[in-house]
Each structure stands twice: as structure tokens, then as C-alpha cells.
């Protein structure tokens, strides 16, 4: 099995700083990318950051300059900094990872539990 645990969620002021980590554990074969994305209530999940094994980085247009997202590749985990915080960052933010399990002929999507991040005005 395949766990992903995340972290680092809680109540901000806005304009205030939040960082996110989620680690990867189980029979994982090779990881190939890892992300965050977020849910806002009546709104769609969407991505915030990617990070592939490679290190490339994409952004959602909103985070570009606030969030940084990295990965520790030996520890199978991926952060996300969060700075300049605003209440429309104010979501539900989950982790994903694309991997390879021992035996697997592909990869698939595996997702954390979620954890919330609340930006106060």
C-alpha cells in the first residue's frame, strides 16, 4: 500500500506565511511527479504546484511569486512555502503523487488526506 501524510495546515492572518509537507511511504517503485492542489468550498479542485522527478516546476497564475514548491527525492516528500497569504488561498489542500508501486506495469494517482489552510482577512 501506499500512504501519502500531510502537514503543516492551520490559521493564518493574511499577508502571513504557512508551510506544507507530504511524505510518501509504502512499496513505491519510482515517483514521478508530486503536487499540490486545493479545494475551496462550491469550487473545483485545482492545481497549485508540480514538481516532476526531474525538479521542473509548475504553477497556478495566483501562487506564481508567493508559493515555492520542492522535493526531497531520498525522502519521498514534497513541500509547499506559502507566503504573502491571502483569504482567497483559504482551502482545502490535498497531495498528490504519480508513481510506480514494486510490481506495477504503470503509474498511478495516489492522494493524501487533505489539510486545511485558512487565510483570515
Known amino acids: 500500500q501506499v500512504q501519502l501524510v500531510e502537514s503543516g495546515g492551520g490559521l493564518v492572518q493574511s499577508g502571513g506565511s504557512l508551510r506544507l509537507s507530504c511524505a510518501a511511504s509504502g512499496s513505491i517503485f519510482s515517483i514521478n511527479g508530486m503536487g499540490w492542489y486545493r479545494q475551496a468550498p462550491g469550487k473545483e479542485r485545482e492545481l497549485v504546484a508540480g514538481?516532476?522527478?526531474?525538479?521542473?516546476?509548475k504553477y497556478a497564475d495566483s501562487v506564481k511569486g508567493r508559493f515555492t514548491i520542492s522535493r526531497d527525492g531520498r525522502r519521498n516528500t514534497v513541500y509547499l512555502q506559502m507566503s504573502s497569504l491571502k483569504p482567497e488561498d483559504t482551502a482545502a489542500y490535498y497531495c498528490n503523487a504519480r508513481l510506480r508501486r514494486y510490481g506495477d506495469l504503470h503509474d498511478n494517482d495516489y492522494w493524501g488526506q487533505g489539510t486545511q489552510v485558512t487565510v483570515s482577512s
Open positions: 514538481i516532476t522527478s526531474g525538479g521542473i516546476t
